[in-house]
């Protein structure tokens, strides 16, 4: 009797044991998704979203024949969408071949030269992942900008990427966006 007794109760135990177990595991893979996100920081993801879904439509043609006279024209096409998203904040869109090489950008600051971003830390992630990516950057004034790297992808091929950046401040005053929030965001979902 005795033997029964312990058996069924260590048998029960470890029934127990192992419910906890898996249910543990369920919990854990389930933590990898974004937490609920205050109505400031969705905002700013839905429309930073927006943004970066019309501009690889506007632009999907003329990256994939390297048509700069094309992608500039896009960018000015698209300058309303653009506007409306950062239109209390600096912004600057830049449009890079697969390799990080800037075919346009928009609007047009500095020379205007073709420069390479092909190691930026950002852009090689972005590149290489085909997911977009963000990261915040210090500038020599020590102000920051947050950056936005999408690749645009036409028949599963990297036919180049859109960088967007917003200055930091501007995105704090107008979304409440810090920067651990603004990293923690996951735009590929």
Excluded at 41 to 61: N, Y
Excluded at 94 to 109: E, F, H, R
Excluded at 173 to 185: M, S, Y
Aim: charged share 20%; proline share 5%; hydrophobic share 45%.
């Amino acid at each position: 009797m005795i033997y029964l007794l312990r058996n069924s109760w260590f048998g029960h135990q470890a029934g127990l044991w192992r419910v906890l177990l898996v249910s543990a595991v369920i919990l854990l893979l389930g933590c990898h998704q974004e937490p609920p996100l205050n109505p400031g920081i969705a905002s700013f993801k839905q429309e930073l979203k927006a943004c970066l879904d019309g501009l690889a439509v506007t632009l999907m043609g003329p990256v994939a024949r390297r048509d700069v006279a094309g992608v500039k024209a896009a960018l000015e096409q698209v300058e309303s969408p653009a506007v409306k998203l950062c239109r209390m904040c600096p912004f600057e869109i830049a449009v890079l071949d697969p390799s990080g090489k800037i075919l346009s950008a928009y609007p047009v600051k500095g020379d205007g030269k073709a420069k390479d971003f092909s190691s930026y830390d950002l852009v090689k992630k972005a590149i290489s992942s085909n997911k977009i990516q963000q990261q915040a950057l210090f500038l020599p004034d020590t102000s920051k900008l947050y950056l936005v790297c999408s690749p645009l992808i036409q028949q599963d091929k990297l036919i180049g990427l859109v960088a967007i950046a917003i200055s930091s401040a501007d995105a704090e005053k107008r979304w409440n966006l810090t920067e651990k929030e603004f990293l923690a965001l996951d735009f590929n979902n």
